[in-house]
């Protein structure tokens, strides 16, 4: 059986090198003690070796309770142990993920507000964004706002979490519109102190910390 994304995911900051990859360990043991209980994992510029190194260290330290994915290297999937494999638009399509991961691991997709529904035809779920302005999508696609999260959430069959420039005063907008939880970049993980932004977002989404 599959399991989908808790109500707060958290992203690796993406930039991080084979110099640097294991500096990340640190602030999601600090986020994981404050309650996270999901980490995506997005670091186009790893080798896989170092990839697949740094997912099963990030495995161990969430234990199986937690949530885990990897973002694009669908087949390292089951190596690192996840609970997903996250695709988007320069990846496999979902039903080709499912080819190559199988039927117990979640494939997820990032979605656009431009996109064919039939895009996400065989995610499991979506993270749909950018809801606000965030320098990671800039010149690529528009903020949304919270009423094309709504319409996103009316037109997926899927449970979709937003994602894009979401502070934690807005993950409880996000929720009233429908969406299933939240997905955070820049605001967890490459934050001062991990452990207090998870606490603020918990907070706003009414859970309590496991």
Same mark, same amino acid.
Do not use: K
């Given at each position: 059986m599959i399991r989908l994304p808790p109500p707060l995911v958290a992203l690796t900051p993406g930039d991080l090198s084979?110099?640097?990859a294991r500096t990340v360990l640190q602030p999601i043991g600090a986020a994981v003690r404050?309650? @996270?209980?999901?980490? @995506? @994992?997005?670091? !186009?510029?790893? !080798?896989? +070796?170092?990839f697949l190194d740094l997912a099963r260290e990030?495995?161990?330290?969430?234990? +199986?309770? &937690?949530? /885990?994915? =990897?973002?694009? &290297?669908?087949?390292?999937?089951?190596?690192?142990g996840a609970d997903g494999a996250h695709v988007g /638009?320069?990846? @496999? $399509? !979902?039903?080709? $993920? &499912?080819?190559?991961?199988?039927?117990? =691991?979640?494939?997820? /997709?990032?979605?656009?507000?431009?996109d064919d529904a039939g895009r996400w035809d065989g995610a499991d779920y979506l993270f749909f964004g950018p809801v606000k302005d965030t320098p990671s999508k800039r010149g690529l696609e528009d903020a949304t706002g919270f009423d094309g999260l709504a319409a996103a959430v009316r037109r997926s069959a899927q449970p979709v979490w937003a994602i894009g420039g979401l502070a934690p005063e807005d993950a409880a907008s996000c929720r009233a519109v429908g969406a299933a939880g939240v997905a955070v970049l820049s605001r967890i993980l490459p934050s001062r102190s991990p452990g207090t932004a998870v606490a603020e977002y918990l907070a706003a989404l009414a859970i309590l910390p496991s």
């Open positions: 084979a110099e640097t404050a309650g @996270l209980a999901g980490i @995506l @994992l997005r670091e !186009p510029s790893l !080798p896989d +070796r170092v990030i495995r161990a330290l969430l234990g +199986r309770e &937690r949530w /885990f994915a =990897i973002h694009d &290297r669908v087949h390292l999937a089951a190596a690192s /638009f320069r990846s @496999l $399509a !979902p039903a080709e $993920a &499912r080819g190559v991961v199988g039927e117990s =691991i979640a494939v997820g /997709f990032s979605a656009h507000a431009r």
